[in-house]
């Protein structure tokens, strides 16, 4: 795995007010007891637990949200644009759409997450400084239905490497503009036979 | 580094998906002793245009039971040294040579295959060796290749099945890869026990 777990504290920081999030339904009577009267002192006592158990995983959940929030600004940000579209830049010509994959792209690979993941690690480390990369990888697993797909996709050119080449091809693609070269096809031709004639009296500027 | 080739790879057999488990493993060998061929044929996609494989390729290969994502690295001496960058995360080895090629060549072999028997990252991990090329006059029998590979003596402790094939026989190379997932398997049920 290349993601790499920064020291710090086990206990994560109290987050914002946990997003209301509704965890697996419990069955009809225990909710009546939640919201109920409850003068069945058994059935409370379950009730209490099932509160603890989901005040737990909304406090995990909105630590979550809180990250995801941050790395969306990181990602969004000017200095990440730029490092990212630098990166990208020094390195498309090399990524070919073959099934082979060259050697090279190994090395571009562990570069790309040196720099990059280790960019927005040290990010989140400024904003919450009881991040911890490992949770989070664990909880990105059981969240990613939930994240948009943009943030999910570019989470995952870190891990897998075939999303990091799908990465590079797109973005050579759109530099190349789709892989088609017009410059051969577009041939300004002077309507008339003689140099000498002046541009405009054929209506055709000259390049300038 | 992860290769999770989960949510990428292009599963070569286009089928509907059905839950089988995935195994992550590397294939090594020589150049020419058949690896791109042998994984392609799997895949049922024409051997035509194959040519010596410079990089490396990374395979999703459907069986019965299993799915393996194969990555498959290019055997030219000047490659092989790269060989152990791509060892992380694997979970068993396919080795091919050509049982057919010359002395030379064949002590090479062995030499790989020792080394990677012995790599830290590979060394309880099952092999599956494939005695490709069985289809050639100078082919060396099973015997003569578990004799001269020292495989009994080398290999002891760790699991591994030498399997005779060619490209002109698939069914003997699926045999030797059905019995490289149960080997697979077994593993797998016996670093997570009790679980569901």
Same mark, same amino acid.
């Given at each position: 795995?290349?993601?790499?777990?920064?020291?710090?504290?086990?206990?994560?920081?109290?987050?914002?007010?946990?997003?209301?999030?509704?965890?697996?339904?419990?069955?009809?009577?225990?909710?009546?007891?939640?919201?109920?009267?409850?003068?069945?002192?058994?059935?409370?006592?379950?009730?209490?637990?099932?509160?603890?158990?989901?005040?737990?995983?909304?406090?995990?959940?909105?630590?979550?949200?809180?990250?995801?929030?941050?790395?969306?600004?990181?990602?969004?940000?000017?200095?990440?644009?730029?490092?990212?579209?630098?990166?990208?830049?020094?390195?498309?010509?090399?990524?070919?759409?073959?099934?082979?994959?060259?050697?090279?792209?190994?090395?571009?690979?562990?570069?790309?997450?040196?720099?990059?993941?280790?960019?927005?690690?040290?990010?989140?480390?400024?904003?919450?400084?009881?991040?911890?990369?490992?949770?989070?990888?664990?909880?990105?697993?059981?969240?990613?239905?939930?994240?948009?797909?943009?943030?999910?996709?570019?989470?995952?050119?870190?891990?897998?490497?075939?999303?990091?080449?799908?990465?590079?091809?797109?973005?050579?693609?759109?530099?190349?503009?789709?892989?088609?070269?017009?410059?051969?096809?577009?041939?300004?031709?002077?309507?008339?036979?003689?140099?000498?004639?002046?541009?405009?009296?054929?209506?055709?500027?000259?390049?300038? | 580094?992860?290769?999770?080739?989960?949510?990428?790879?292009?599963?070569?057999?286009?089928?509907?998906?059905?839950?089988?488990?995935?195994?992550?493993?590397?294939?090594?060998?020589?150049?020419?002793?058949?690896?791109?061929?042998?994984?392609?044929?799997?895949?049922?996609?024409?051997?035509?245009?194959?040519?010596?494989?410079?990089?490396?390729?990374?395979?999703?290969?459907?069986?019965?039971?299993?799915?393996?994502?194969? %990555?498959?690295?290019?055997?030219?001496?000047?490659?092989?040294?790269?060989?152990?960058?791509?060892?992380?995360?694997?979970?068993?080895?396919?080795?091919?040579?050509?049982?057919?090629?010359?002395?030379?060549?064949?002590?090479?072999?062995?030499?790989?295959?020792?080394?990677?028997?012995?790599?830290?990252?590979?060394?309880?991990?099952?092999?599956?060796?494939?005695?490709?090329?069985?289809? %050639?006059?100078?082919?060396?029998?099973?015997?003569?290749?578990? %004799?001269?590979?020292?495989?009994?003596?080398?290999?002891?402790?760790?699991?591994?099945?030498?399997?005779?094939?060619?490209?002109?026989?698939?069914?003997?190379?699926?045999?030797?890869?059905?019995?490289?997932?149960?080997?697979?398997?077994?593993?797998?049920?016996?670093?997570?026990?009790?679980?569901?």
């Amino acid at each position: 795995m290349a993601w790499k777990a920064p020291g710090g504290s086990e206990r994560p920081a109290p987050g914002p007010c946990p997003r209301p999030r509704l965890p697996l339904a419990p069955p009809a009577d225990e909710y009546s007891i939640l919201f109920g009267t409850g003068d069945r002192v058994v059935e409370m006592e379950d009730a209490e637990v099932e509160n603890l158990a989901i005040s737990i995983s909304s406090d995990v959940d909105a630590e979550f949200d809180a990250v995801i929030g941050h790395i969306e600004d990181i990602i969004m940000d000017e200095e990440f644009q730029v490092l990212q579209r630098h990166f990208m830049d020094k390195y498309y010509l090399e990524f070919e759409n073959t099934e082979e994959n060259k050697l090279s792209y190994t090395s571009i690979f562990q570069e790309y997450v040196d720099l990059l993941e280790k960019y927005i690690e040290q990010q989140l480390i400024e904003r919450i400084p009881t991040f911890n990369m490992a949770t989070f990888i664990t909880s990105l697993q059981q969240h990613k239905d939930e994240i948009s797909g943009d943030i999910f996709d570019m989470l995952l050119t870190f891990t897998d490497f075939l999303a990091f080449k799908e990465m590079f091809l797109d973005y050579r693609m759109e530099k190349e503009g789709h892989g088609l070269d017009f410059s051969g096809d577009l041939i300004v031709t002077s309507l008339s036979k003689s140099s000498s004639l002046s541009p405009a009296s054929n209506n055709i500027r000259p390049f300038q | 580094m992860g290769w999770n080739t989960k949510c990428f790879r292009t599963l070569c057999c286009k089928g509907p998906p059905s839950p089988r488990t995935e195994y992550d493993v590397v294939c090594v060998g020589l150049t020419g002793s058949g690896k791109s061929s042998l994984l392609t044929q799997l895949c049922s996609e024409s051997t035509d245009s194959i040519i010596p494989t410079t990089g490396f390729r990374i395979k999703a290969v459907p069986f019965q039971n299993a799915i393996l994502n194969v %990555k498959e690295l290019g055997g030219a001496d000047n490659i092989r040294k790269y060989w152990s960058r791509y060892y992380q995360g694997s979970q068993g080895v396919v080795f091919v040579l050509d049982s057919a090629s010359s002395e030379d060549d064949l002590e090479t072999a062995r030499n790989e295959l020792h080394s990677a028997l012995q790599h830290p990252q590979l060394c309880t991990l099952p092999f599956l060796i494939l005695a490709n090329h069985q289809d %050639k006059p100078a082919a060396r029998s099973l015997q003569e290749i578990k %004799k001269y590979f020292e495989l009994e003596p080398l290999a002891r402790g760790q699991r591994w099945i030498l399997q005779p094939c060619s490209v002109e026989n698939m069914d003997a190379v699926k045999e030797g890869f059905n019995q490289f997932i149960n080997l697979l398997e077994e593993i797998d049920q016996e670093h997570t026990p009790g679980r569901l």
